[in-house]
């Protein structure tokens, strides 16, 4: 092993020592945050303020009932466990209908604000097919308040439906908004055009959903903007009726004429047009090539091919080798009996067929009058949506072990990330580390203490470049960090060379601190005074003494700060 390996394996060591504090150190601790509606799953279903459905819901088709007996728990996740203790909702059985609310502490109306949605879904062993969105569901009309609890179906109205879903040819995040016609007074889900796709992966996901006052929406998934729109322009149907509707009582009349061509009653067939003659004809003028091979077989028996020794004539009959294409053609214009090819006829016409001509009663294409619409409105701020009175998640699923952690509702998008900060950035790093997956840009966010640990030397690094005591005295403790891997790598170099390691020596105090080669190494710059001694002593780095004239030791120092 090369020194600078064993150098660079030290340096690593002590990080990798880091990175397992931090690991170890990760604990989940609830947010101090505050908005409308957050949600962390501290307390086991039982004592929190989530309830499960009993209800049974029927199927559009062939009238059957299914109940809801899909089973929920909170725990923490099994697959890439990220921070200790931290524990979600968790779907548990496959291939059932799932159906888990809770209501607000008081309904949220998103009138004339931002809304923001987000949560966390932890695939945790991926998603086959179904989904893991999550509705916010309407409050009652009257101000009696949603009460859905045990009853709560697929048939409880939603304002807001969000998140994931994956099944066949569906695989696309759901953004759907009910909105309710004010002239007609009925309910009509609008659904976003070209969806994103999900993030289907066993590390935990985070879906964004912002809508704003100006009717613009942003969904973003692990903190990426994804798709971006309006309310008014990229749902279908449109919030907004048309103006004008076709007559319902407008029929167009017997007499229009809408044919542009009829036939031409006054064409006849030509007398020279030969509808029996054929397509393809000889070619008359074709001769035989020089080079043809007319005595020659295209196909002659296999030289190579052998009798097989199990054969027997009395019970297979007589053994034919198999037939290959004859080598002398491939060199030839071609083998066996010559025949002339055929050529297209040039007097073939076929079928004849009366000609068309242009309809001088054409009329063009009828279209019905246009009249009002009676059901036109025209609602300019559909972001003004109804209110909100809880949220629910109603799932059915070939996929068992959906987590969902982490639920954000409220009007401040810069708080949403703050939470994001506090939660999912940092499980994110630690997950794909467990999963080998972990890349530079995981590490843009300095959340785990590996993280900062590598971020405090870098700063470090930089303060000493430029005035090296004053680094020490803003950061002794990154200081005494690095002494310890200095020190540690110095005693792996001298045992690789031998220095260290056979017949042990006495060696007084005073003369270690002094000569020892490894105060060179852990003070990147000789102190320049008693103030910026006693700073180093402080920190627990040992002090390089500026007597040591040894030119081999000079010598090998410039070396290496050079280099």
Known sequence: MRAQNVVSAAGTS?????????????????????????EQFNENIADSRWTISRATKQTPVGD???????????????????????????????????AISTLFPEPIDPKGKPLVVQYEV??????????AYIKLLTEGEGGEGFRAGEDYTDKTPFTIMFGPDKCGSTNKVHFIFRHR???????????????????????TALYTLIVNPDQTFEILINDESVKTGSLLEDFTPAVNPPKEIDDPEDFKPESWVDEAEIDDLEATKPADWDEDAPLMVTDNDATKPDDWLEDEPEYIPDPEAEKPEEWDDEEDGDWVPPMVPNPKCEEAAGCGPWIQPKIKNPNYKGKWTVPKIANPAYKGPWAAAKIPNPAFFEDLHP???TKIAGIGIELWTMTEDILF?????????????????????????????????LEDEDLDHPNTLVDKIRLKVYEFIHLASIDAASAVKQMPEVAAGLALTAFTTLGMLLALFGLIGSAPTKVKQTTTVKKTPSTKAVAPVAPAGEEEKKALEDAGVPVPNPEVTNPEVRKRTTRSTKD
């Open 14 to 38: 002590a990080l990798m020592l880091a990175a397992s504090a931090a690991a170890e150190q990760a604990v989940f601790n609830p947010t101090s945050l505050t908005a409308p509606f957050i």
């Open 64 to 98: 059957e009932i299914f109940s809801y007996v899909g089973q929920w728990e909170v725990e923490e996740p099994e697959v890439y466990p990220g921070i200790q203790g931290d524990r979600g909702l968790v779907l548990k059985t496959k291939a059932a209908h799932h």
């Open 122 to 131: 932890k695939l945790q062993k991926g998603l086959e097919c179904g989904g």
């Open 181 to 203: 016609n004010p002239i007609t007074g009925e309910w009509e889900e609008k659904h976003l055009k070209n969806p994103p796709a999900p993030k289907i992966t066993k590390t």
């Open 383 to 385: 972001s003004d949506f």
């Open 405 to 437: 952690d982490n639920i954000f509702i409220g009007h401040d998008a810069p708080q949403a990330k703050k939470f994001a900060d506090e939660t999912f950035h940092v499980k994110k790093p630690i997950e794909k580390e467990a999963e080998g997956s």
